[in-house]
């Protein structure tokens, strides 16, 4: 990972609860923040398979699952859980500063 | 000559006597037991005190079993010497018992420890079902409770005082709990676990004192530091019942000394059981007692004599939700044995096998018990296990399971505890035509006491039962492996309140998009909003209170309650549809009006706008019901089913259940509203009402059921309401009520609703009223959500650019 990160500010840490995701838009790109409890992870907010805004997805462990036709993500790593599945999201470097959600959006990084 | 005395009437005892009975028939028996229960399964006591059984549930042999077997019973009668001149007995009376042969199962008793303070009010032992009692009489919510000793049967107790309420405190002289079982690493482990089901541990600790003015007040510590408890619990060991012994001239060091044949200093006297000591070992697990008895039978019947040598011990803790299973030697100094180990911190999960000369030999598996049977087998025919050193800490489930049965001998023993063999459970499956596991073990006791061979009985009877059924009862999911009814008492018993608890504590910490809904459903049900509701644990259509569709849209119904709506509200809808351009509007088949393809971020607007309440189109809760014009119009009609249907639907509306509910009402046979392919119908007649219940017409097309023909609208509302909130509370999360109905059955069904005694009846319907009571519309979020981001898209704090992969 780069030593030097360009943190962008997002949102105050408390406006995503625990387990759950937001979204947020940053130019064409929709993000889903989620907060593993206290642990924050970025990825693109669209399922690869039809689109599903994985922000509305039910976390499991480190993992989402899109609530459109349940395809399931690690969140840490963008790879599909399920190794048939379909292709990988891109992962945003993550950090909590004083309560601030803080995402680098120029190192996402796509496994394979 | 064959007259046999045995002074006990525990499981060892009891154990003996059943040995004998099996091989001979020729012997008068009399027993004695200074407790006046039946033989009872001492093992499950701490189970007792946990709610999870009831007092005769533990029951092994009643009072029946006595009589049928024509054994003198003296319950409640202690012994106070043995004459062995004249070869009798005397019990506390004086009354004289003559023996020919007689058998020690004289138990043990709770070590109390020399502490000061020990004699006060409410310092207690845990060691037979009065004991149980007596502390089920005590423990209250609030209570301070101290248990002295972190071995099992500490744990257990303190665990059974904890799910009763109480504020509990487990102090252990050792180290790290358990420790005769467990190594540093995994009694380490354990006290995690312990810890996160909210009890405190103390280690280690010495107690120098017990405190109080009559009742106990408090502990105090051999380092001056002291701690409140209003109820003492001791559980620090056991010591051998062997005063009798003794005072009859026996050979007895910390218990009675018995040879390889449990034969005593006195070849006319035997001893069993925890009184015992062999080879300088005496013994607190259940498995060398059976054998004992085993060998004893053999050798007080003439038989061919086995010697008798402990068997390997195997202990496990018996909290759900703890797994903790200990077996063979653990020395790791042990010459010539080697350790093999995983960990993992965050599932809790360690195991550790210890290996000598390729063969398992002990095994220590803390949170990790899966493979269990797997390494039991190893370990009892000494498998070789040089080429699977790869995968033995994790090895692949048998490809064939009926060639591991195969491959064992009728003389092998299934289960440990009871003494049954292959060969008695084949015997029996044929004479008795044996088909379930409960069948088994009612005919041969197998599984009946740890239960850990249970998996070993299924496999068995799945191989050799011609008509094996398997008892399934539906697991919710391998996150949280019970059962649905198991798990509701759980929920109901344990009093857990949220979804991250009882996956905490039953589960596997994580669960997933199948259990989380399922127990989110469950939580609602059984607390009616008196639980801690956790949004991340539902569908997003139950957090944003909207169906979600392909494109991340919302669709949008509100109640029209019978179908039933106004120029008014069809002016709002169509305003509504104007200002947030929705791109359909559509008559659905409920009766209703649907807006699809709002924003999530327009949800609380378009509620606000619209004023009317939730039509949960989204919900696995009640839908709508749908009614025919009835007989207000249609000239038809021989019943209001307008008004009944809008009445209706304002009784259960708002409420969830297993799935989706939807029910119709209409006012006469030609069914116009279809109310016989619903969840639940009321169709009319002339002077009554049919009340039709689970009906279908989407996937699966099914007529419902007549659960009962009534002839007043509101008894008909009653019979609805008490169908549906049975459905609620036994079916199972995602089955629809015609999948219920038949899984049940209609007859047990209307045994149990509109036929039940008036009691439940109305218990049934209290329920379902204090839940309606709880219930709100679930679009009043609009003012008050749950979270400030519940329906909003995060603007960034600051200016963000194009994101960049690398």
């Given amino acids: ?112 | 000559m064959n007259r046999i005395v045995v002074v006990g009437n525990g499981m060892a005892g009891v154990a003996c006597i059943e040995n004998i009975l099996k091989r001979s028939g020729d012997f008068d028996i009399t027993v004695f037991g200074d407790e006046t229960h039946p033989n009872y399964n001492r093992i499950m006591l701490s189970l007792v005190l946990a709610g999870e059984k009831q007092a005769s549930d533990i029951v092994l042999n009643d009072v029946d079993w006595y009589r049928d077997n024509r054994i003198h019973a003296r319950l409640g009668v202690a012994i106070d010497s043995i004459d062995r001149e004249t070869r009798t007995v005397i019990d506390a009376q004086g009354r004289v018992t003559p023996y020919d042969r007689l058998i020690l199962a004289t138990g043990s008793s709770a070590f109390i420890p020399p502490i000061p303070g020990v004699d006060k009010d409410n310092v207690h032992v845990f060691r037979t079902l009065d004991d149980t009692r007596a502390l089920m009489a005590k423990a209250r919510k609030g209570l301070k409770a101290a248990v002295i000793g972190g071995g099992l049967l500490g744990l257990e107790a303190a665990r059974g005082l904890q799910v009763r309420g109480c504020d509990v405190t487990v102090i252990h002289l050792a180290p790290t709990l358990m420790e005769r079982q467990l190594d540093a690493t995994g009694g380490e482990y354990l006290k995690r676990r312990i810890e996160s089901l909210g009890i405190r541990v103390m280690l280690p600790r010495q107690t120098a004192a017990l405190c109080g003015n009559g009742h106990v007040q408090g502990l105090r510590f051999a380092d001056g530091e002291e701690l409140d408890a209003e109820l003492v619990v001791i559980a620090a060991g056991i010591r051998p019942n062997a005063d009798l012994a003794r005072r009859a001239g026996l050979r007895v060091n910390r218990g009675v000394i018995v040879n390889d044949y449990l034969e005593t200093s006195d070849p006319r006297i035997f001893a069993v059981g925890e009184c015992t000591e062999h080879n300088g070992q005496t013994f607190g697990l259940v498995a060398p007692l059976f054998e004992q008895a085993r060998v004893l039978a053999a050798a007080i019947t003439g038989e061919a004599a086995r010697a008798f040598s402990a068997p390997n011990p195997a202990a496990r803790l018996k909290i759900m939700g703890v797994d903790i299973f200990s077996a063979g030697s653990i020395d790791e100094a042990e010459p010539g044995v080697e350790v093999v180990r995983y960990e993992d911190a965050s599932l809790g999960a360690y195991k550790k096998l210890f290996l000598k000369d390729n063969r398992l030999s002990g095994m220590i598996l803390v949170g990790d018990v899966a493979d269990e049977d797997t390494y039991m087998e190893w370990m009892r025919t000494g498998a070789d296990l040089s080429s699977l050193r790869r995968q033995i800490l994790f090895p692949p489930p048998a490809t064939d399971t009926g060639l591991e049965i195969a491959d064992m001998p009728d003389s092998e023993t299934i289960c440990g505890c009871n003494g049954v063999r292959k060969g008695d459970i084949i015997k029996a499956v044929h004479a008795h035509n044996i088909t379930t596991l409960a069948q088994l073990k009612e005919r041969t006791r197998a599984s009946t006491s740890c239960g850990s061979c249970s998996g070993l009985c299924q496999k068995l009877l799945r191989a050799v039962a011609p008509d094996f059924s398997e008892e399934t009862k539906t697991t919710l999911c391998s996150c949280v492996p019970f059962s649905y009814e198991r798990l509701r008492e759980i929920v109901r018993g344990q009093k857990l309140k949220s979804v991250e608890e009882v996956l905490t504590v039953y589960g596997n910490r994580k669960g997933c998009e199948v259990c989380k809904p399922a127990l989110s459903y469950m939580l609602d049900m059984l607390w009616c909003g008196d639980h801690d509701e956790d949004r991340s644990a539902r569908f997003i259509n139950d957090r944003v209170h909207a169906n979600i569709q392909k494109d991340g849209t919302f669709s949008v119904v509100p109640r029209m309650r019978g179908g039933v709506t106004s120029p008014d509200e069809l002016r709002r809808i169509a305003d509504v549809a104007d200002k947030y351009n929705v791109p359909l509007v559509k008559v659905t088949g409920s009766q209703r009006i649907d807006l699809l393809g709002i924003k999530k971020a327009d949800l609380p607007d378009v509620w606000r706008d619209l004023g009317m309440p939730s039509g949960q189109a989204y919900a696995k809760g009640v839908r709508m019901v749908k009614t025919c014009v009835g007989s207000e119009f249609c000239r038809f009609g021989v019943q209001d089913s307008t008004n009944t249907g809008i009445e209706l639907e304002r009784r259960l509306e708002n409420l969830f259940t297993p799935h989706k509910f939807k029910m119709g009402v209409v006012g006469c046979p030609r069914n116009c509203a279809e109310a016989t392919v619903k969840d639940l119908g009321l169709v009319g007649q002339d002077g009554s009402w049919q009340v039709v219940v689970g009906g279908a017409a989407g996937k699966s097309v099914r007529k419902a059921d007549l659960l009962v023909t009534v002839e007043s609208t509101e008894e008909a509302l009653e019979a609805g309401e008490l169908f549906f909130q049975y459905y609620r509370e036994n079916g199972n999360y995602l089955e629809r009520s015609y999948d219920f109905v038949e899984r049940v059955g209609i007859e047990k069904i209307r045994k149990e609703t509109v036929y039940a005694p008036e009691e439940e009846k109305r218990n049934l319907l209290d329920r379902l009223r204090r839940s309606q009571a709880l219930a709100h519309d679930a679009w009043l979020e609009r003012d008050r959500p749950v979270n400030p981001t519940q329906f909003v898209h995060i603007e960034p704090l600051e200016k963000v650019g194009e994101p960049q992969l690398v």
Avoid: Q, Y
């Fill in chain 1, 1 to 112: 990972m780069n030593t030097e990160h360009r943190w962008t500010r997002i949102t105050h840490a408390s406006n995503i609860p625990p387990r759950e995701g937001r979204a947020v838009k940053a130019g064409n790109v929709e993000l889903a923040i989620f907060n593993l409890n206290g642990r924050f992870h970025t990825i693109e907010n669209s399922c690869p398979h039809r689109g599903g805004p994985l922000c509305d997805g039910i976390v499991t462990g480190t993992s989402v699952v899109c609530p459109l036709h349940g395809r399931h993500f690690d969140l840490l790593s963008g790879m599909p859980v399920r190794a048939a599945e379909s292709a990988c999201l891109a992962v945003f470097p993550t950090m909590v500063e004083d309560g601030v959600v803080l995402v680098d959006l120029s190192a996402a990084r796509r496994a394979a």
